[in-house]
């Protein structure tokens, strides 16, 4: 969409020195309009420099929109509120194809990536060279990438089928390969998946059922687990998002470009924050040690922070973070856990952190990662999962830029470049003359 088509004023100047330029406003639908700079440097011979991207935006996008200062959530314009009641697939859907889906596609889409969730049995065999205690993690980003070598059929990116059936492959394998992860290091055998299963109940059985004895799932843990993965589905161009669209730019296939967004989440900044925060709960270890780390956490030379609070974008309560805090309610409600201490020192922690200046005056609320961790271990898995979990969730988020990257004709390879204050050209000086 462009300028001419609002009200808005269609272009910014830029005058250096006795130079002015004219550049062009682009509008979106919603959201803060955008100056195109893609010719700046060829008129002025300058960079803009804007490291961390805080105010960059780096693609255009239909698929995620956030308001970061209203709290607002939106996959395909849908409220993440009111999907959150929907069903994982259901989302997978709206955001792979833009609109929410008939009962017939609905019931087509479930039968294709149903019909997808085993992996090449070679694979096991893959699995068998990491030592026992690898990190579920390090697993997973070596599996994914792996996929590139069993499954060639996919990997043409210039054929739109191709395409569609490299995402179905990532939506339906990554929660076998992640069970498998978890399998493997606690030395119990892989299961497979089930065809007569939901995604999230395939997926609690294949993480926790056992050849012993007859698996039964239980609905509200399931249904608390697919709205789990709906929370962390894609969120517009963070850090791993951008990695795979990075990944992307330059033809890669889409199982390498999945893996580098894995890597990417890792970092306790980003996806490993679910892990780190319940770490953190464990380190406090009782209301009352709670001042003592917030102090640690306004201390500029320490360099502690509370994991699972603030945000690049939202500078209010993440609204992901409000939704999983009541399904953590409902997890140890239906676990029967009634006091559950590390719970008792989050709420805590969230009161005292949002009355204090220090949080109020920086916007920084509980995000998506501050309950998740509560919840995840409550429901069985142990704190190496739950980035693991993340990625799950949100492969489709990644599957979906990327495919609309591909697809924008005015993609090309992105090629950043820097701010370059290193030496100025100098000679070389062999070294049995230097001094
Ligand atoms: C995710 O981008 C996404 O969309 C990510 C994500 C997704 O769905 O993909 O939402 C998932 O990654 C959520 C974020 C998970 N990370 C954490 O919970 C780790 C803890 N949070 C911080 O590391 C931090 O808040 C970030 C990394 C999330 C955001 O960093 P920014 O935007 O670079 O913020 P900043 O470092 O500029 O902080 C501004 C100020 C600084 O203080 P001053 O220099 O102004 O004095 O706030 C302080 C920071 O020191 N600050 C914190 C803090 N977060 C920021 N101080 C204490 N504890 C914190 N958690």
């Given at each position: 969409m462009d300028a001419s088509q609002s009200n808005a004023p269609n272009s910014a100047t830029l005058t250096i020195g006795d130079e002015s330029w004219e550049l062009p406003i682009l509008n979106g639908t919603i959201g803060p309009d955008v100056i195109d700079i893609a010719k700046l440097y060829g008129q002025t011979g300058m960079f803009t420099y804007d490291p961390g991207f805080?105010?960059?935006?780096s693609c255009e996008s239909q698929i995620t929109y956030i308001d970061g200062d209203e709290g607002v959530l939106l996959y395909r314009g849908y409220p993440i509120e009111q999907l959150a009641e929907s069903d994982f697939l259901e989302t997978c859907y709206l955001l792979l194809y833009g609109e929410l889906p008939t009962a017939a596609q609905k019931a087509d889409f479930d039968y294709r990536v149903t019909r997808h969730t085993m992996v090449h049995e070679q694979m096991s065999r893959f699995f068998h060279?990491?030592?026992?205690?690898?990190h579920p993690m390090s697993v997973l980003v070596a599996s994914v990438g792996a996929l590139s070598a069993f499954y060639?059929?996919?990997?043409?990116?210039?054929?739109p089928q191709q395409r569609m059936i490299a995402s179905i492959r990532m939506i339906a394998k990554i929660p076998t390969l992640a069970a498998m992860a978890y399998k493997y290091s606690i030395g119990q055998p892989f299961v497979y998946p089930k065809n007569d299963l939901d995604y999230a109940s395939n997926f609690l059985r294949m993480c926790f059922s056992v050849p012993c004895e007859e698996y039964k799932v239980n609905p509200i843990l399931s249904r608390a687990i697919d709205r789990i993965f709906i929370l962390h589905a894609d969120h517009e161009q963070n850090a791993s998002t951008s990695t795979v669209r990075l990944a992307g730019s330059?033809?890669?296939?889409p199982f390498a470009c999945i893996a580098a967004g894995i890597a990417c989440l890792w970092g306790p900044a980003h996806g490993g924050a679910n892990e780190a925060a319940l770490k953190m709960l464990g380190e406090i270890g009782?209301?009352?040690?709670i001042p003592e780390f917030i102090n640690r956490a306004k201390d500029?030379?320490?360099?502690f922070r509370l994991m699972g609070f603030g945000h690049r974008v939202y500078k209010?309560?993440?609204p992901r973070a409000k939704i999983m805090q009541r399904t953590c309610h409902e997890v140890l409600g239906e676990l029967g856990i009634k006091d559950d201490p590390l719970l008792d020192i989050a709420v805590e922690l969230e009161r005292i952190a949002l009355q204090d200046e220090y949080f109020v005056e920086r916007k920084l609320y509980p995000n998506i990662d501050f309950y998740s961790g509560i919840t995840l271990r409550a429901l069985?898995?142990?704190?190496?999962?739950f980035t693991v979990l993340f990625a799950l969730a949100r492969t489709v988020g990644w599957i979906g830029q990327w495919k609309e990257m591909i697809e924008d004709?005015?993609?090309?390879i992105g090629r950043p470049r820097q701010l370059y204050t290193g030496a100025t050209q100098r000679d070389y000086v062999p070294i049995a003359r230097r001094k």
């Open positions: 805080t105010s960059t935006a060279g990491f030592r026992r205690d690898a060639h059929d996919s990997t043409d990116i210039s054929d330059s033809g890669a296939n009782s209301v009352d040690r500029k030379n320490d360099p209010n309560y993440d069985g898995f142990p704190t190496s999962m004709p005015s993609q090309r």
